[in-house]
């Protein structure tokens, strides 16, 4: 069972799940944005890296060229493959600088996104998941048999105190006293943390 039995409890839960599934969405978005904006910091290194590649392959095909020409080919064909080795480290700076972009667009992503989704994870996720797993439990162990005498010391144990003494000034002395009254008392209260009815005693 997902939801309560009892209506103002079933409506906090609907609000909470409705709105801990538009957080989870705003924040995935948020983090989604974050990465987008700063891989465009990576332009700089596509620019850097195409300047440098066109660099290298223009000036190697000028050395390829004028390094054909009698007597004096030799000697240009030094300075000029230097040059286009220069371009081949820019087009490289560029590439690296990319890598780094990507490095921090990501890293950057998954931080905007990994503490918020944890915050929600313990105020949101764990707290349903208990309710739905006791609530499972208690259905359970109800269809099993268990009796509102056995809830009824469950929640003495359980219970706050204030709860307690509205049920009975002393629940103890009544369950012993085996009143009838305040044990379906006592076990509704039980019972409802579980968002049961306590028809289900029935």
Same mark, same amino acid.
């Given at each position: 069972?997902?939801?309560?039995?009892?209506?103002?409890?079933?409506?906090?839960?609907? @609000?909470?799940?409705?709105?801990?599934?538009?957080?989870?969405?705003?924040?995935?978005?948020?983090?989604?944005?974050?990465?987008?904006?700063?891989?465009?910091?990576?332009?700089?290194?596509?620019?850097?890296?195409?300047?440098?590649?066109?660099?290298?392959?223009?000036?190697?095909?000028?050395?390829?060229?004028?390094?054909?020409?009698?007597? @004096?080919?030799?000697?240009?064909?030094?300075?000029?493959?230097?040059?286009?080795?220069?371009?081949?480290?820019?087009?490289? *700076?560029?590439?690296?600088?990319?890598?780094?972009?990507?490095?921090?667009?990501?890293?950057?992503?998954?931080?905007?996104?990994?503490?918020?989704?944890?915050?929600?994870?313990?105020?949101?996720?764990?707290?349903?998941?208990?309710?739905?797993?006791?609530?499972?439990?208690?259905?359970?162990?109800?269809?099993?048999?268990?009796?509102?005498?056995?809830?009824?010391?469950?929640?003495?144990?359980?219970?706050?105190?204030?709860?307690?003494?509205?049920?009975?000034?002393?629940?103890?002395?009544?369950?012993?006293?085996?009143?009838?009254?305040?044990?379906?008392?006592?076990?509704?209260?039980?019972?409802?943390?579980?968002? @049961?009815?306590?028809?289900?005693? *029935?």
């Amino acid at each position: 069972m997902l939801y309560s039995q009892y209506p103002a409890a079933r409506t906090r839960q609907i @609000i909470a799940d409705a709105l801990g599934v538009l957080t989870t969405i705003v924040v995935i978005t948020i983090g989604l944005a974050v990465t987008a904006a700063i891989r465009t910091l990576g332009q700089f290194g596509r620019d850097l890296e195409s300047a440098g590649e066109g660099f290298q392959e223009g000036l190697g095909e000028a050395a390829e060229n004028l390094g054909d020409v009698p007597l @004096i080919g030799d000697g240009i064909r030094v300075p000029l493959d230097a040059a286009a080795s220069a371009g081949g480290a820019v087009a490289e *700076a560029g590439r690296g600088q990319q890598q780094f972009v990507e490095l921090v667009a990501v890293g950057a992503g998954w931080a905007v996104v990994l503490f918020p989704l944890l915050v929600l994870a313990l105020v949101w996720v764990w707290p349903r998941t208990r309710f739905v797993r006791r609530s499972a439990t208690m259905r359970r162990l109800l269809e099993s048999g268990m009796t509102g005498d056995t809830l009824a010391v469950r929640a003495m144990a359980r219970a706050p105190l204030a709860e307690l003494a509205r049920v009975h000034p002393d629940p103890g002395a009544a369950w012993r006293a085996q009143d009838a009254e305040a044990i379906s008392a006592l076990a509704a209260l039980e019972l409802r943390r579980s968002g @049961i009815r306590p028809q289900r005693l *029935a």
